[in-house]
């Protein structure tokens, strides 16, 4: 009999479905029919290439309630979000659709009378990809799309928390025409994938989204073939609030960033740093605004709040809330976790925190905020640099100067100024430091999945 992966419910503790855990030899035999496929796949005009695209996002808008509600029983977010997260996919789909056919070569002024040159681009080749469990289909369609509209074939393998909306995403490729090879996946536990995917002589392209550590892991197996490489890892966003900021503005744009997906995004704020002059108002609006989010299951009318993904999330979220109670921190909103049924923790905000505290250090990837108080913008900007970490940061300010001296100086890759939300198909997303190496969405996120040839001729 072969293994099989349990999908739970992180809501209830229920199982919500069964996937077979596949073999080494069945990933192998996929990643053979990829590297087959593309022999054909990739002399597909670009705008037949996108034909295909523009009908799979249909199908999946089409499919739209059905995908939400997988996610929400296999990842515990709200309904909304999970719809949410759908569109957000397609929007990928819908940019690279496009994107794909603006994939330019050039020529070079010579520089003998007698040649030509000419630069083209070509799909890089076979893509495997790895995804998380917390955007189970948009971190893949970030991914997917460019590598298919580039010409390349593409195997993924999802989180094995989350399978089940990713597989029925992928089908819907299928089903809108692409032959079979071109989109296909692979459930097995990551570690077993990880080592065939990078190691794998066929596949030219290993792109992974997940946590620093298993990047590392990737990385290193990856040398073995010199394969090309994306990491979007993990993040530690520090939010700034300037002494002049808007704080109404302020505190709904860190509800936002903080609990969205219950704290379980690479790019949630993770450590709050509030100018001394404005902290307690700040603090005291923001406590207010997060005591009124609604906590439960994520199927449920209303709920803003859903579960932590699984016990060692729980668990990790209640040893930060802890360890900052320990250290002098004060909880003004939530701070209780319940794992009776499913793993649900109270949206919290934890005021006198302390740069020796865990979640002042560590990504908490939950929904907690500690917040610090700082007296010069050049502290707080230190103390936000301070961190290997380098994905994304939120500052508050009304002060074009004060907001240009925390555009240029925080590490980050992702920006928000007065904006909870900067992430969008257009946008080229990414991390400094450890969180990463290489950006996703706008033209740079079609770059990966493209080899550059120059040929110079003599005439
Ligand atoms: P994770 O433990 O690194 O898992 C991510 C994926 O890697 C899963 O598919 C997992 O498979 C697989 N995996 C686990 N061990 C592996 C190994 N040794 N070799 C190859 N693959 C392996 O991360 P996660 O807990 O799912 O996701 C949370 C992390 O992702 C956070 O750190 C978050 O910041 C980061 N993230 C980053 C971005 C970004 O864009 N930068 C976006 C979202 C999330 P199994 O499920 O089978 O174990």
Not at 20 to 46: C, G, L, P, T, V
Not at 121 to 148: D, L, S
Not at 263 to 277: P, S
Request: proline fraction near 4%; hydrophobic fraction near 40%; charge should be negative.
């Amino acid at each position: 009999m072969s293994e099989e992966i349990i999908v739970m419910n992180p809501a209830t503790g229920e199982e919500v479905d069964r996937v077979k855990k596949e073999s080494r030899e069945d990933i192998e035999r996929k990643i053979d029919k990829a590297h087959e496929m593309f022999k054909q796949y990739r002399k597909k005009n670009a705008h037949d290439r996108s034909a295909l695209l523009v009908r799979w996002a249909e199908l999946i808008r089409e499919n739209k309630d059905e995908i939400a509600e997988l996610i929400t029983k296999e990842n515990g977010k709200p309904l909304k979000e999970a719809a949410g997260e759908v569109e957000y996919a397609c929007s990928y789909i819908d940019y690279y659709a496009e994107e794909g056919k603006r994939v330019y070569g050039r020529t070079i002024p010579q520089h003998e009378d007698d040649v030509r040159l000419v630069v083209t681009r070509q799909p890089i080749g076979v893509v495997a990809a790895i995804t998380p469990w917390n955007f189970p289909v948009a971190m893949m369609a970030r991914k997917a799309a460019p590598a298919v509209a580039a010409g390349c074939t593409f195997i993924v393998k999802p989180a094995s928390e989350t399978p089940l909306s990713a597989i029925r995403f992928l089908d819907l490729a299928l089903e809108a025409g692409f032959e079979e090879g071109v989109i296909q996946y692979v459930t097995a536990s990551g570690k077993d994938v990880g080592e065939v995917f990078s190691h794998s002589e066929k596949i030219m392209k290993l792109t992974f989204t997940g946590s620093t550590a298993v990047g590392k892991t990737l990385m290193e197996g990856a040398a073995s073939t010199v394969k090309n490489i994306t990491m979007e890892l993990g993040g530690h966003a520090p939010l700034v609030v300037n002494k002049d900021a808007d704080l109404d503005m302020a505190v709904e744009h860190a509800v936002a960033t903080k609990f969205r997906n219950s704290g379980q995004t690479c790019v949630c704020a993770n450590r709050f740093y509030v100018h001394e002059d404005v902290a307690e108002a700040f603090s005291q609006k923001f406590a207010d605004r997060v005591k009124t989010l609604k906590v439960g299951n994520g199927l449920d009318e209303g709920v803003e709040v859903g579960p932590m993904i699984n016990e060692d999330g729980y668990d990790k979220v209640m040893r930060h809330i802890s360890d900052a109670k320990d250290k002098g921190g004060q909880v003004t909103a939530g701070g209780e976790g319940s794992k009776d049924a499913g793993y649900f923790i109270e949206p919290t905000v934890i005021t006198g925190a302390t740069d020796d505290m865990l979640i002042m250090n560590e990504e908490t990837f939950g929904p907690v905020a500690p917040i610090q108080t700082f007296a010069t913008l050049d502290e707080a900007i230190e103390k936000a640099n301070d961190t290997e970490y380098g994905l994304a940061a939120y500052f508050f300010t009304e002060s074009y100067r004060d907001g240009i001296r925390l555009q240029e100086g925080l590490d980050f890759g992702v920006l928000g100024w007065n904006n909870g939300k900067p992430s969008a198909a257009h946008i080229p997303f990414g991390g400094l430091k450890e969180s990463g190496i290489g950006r996703e969405g706008g033209p740079e996120g079609i770059e990966p999945y493209l080899e550059t040839k120059i040929t110079s001729m003599k005439i």
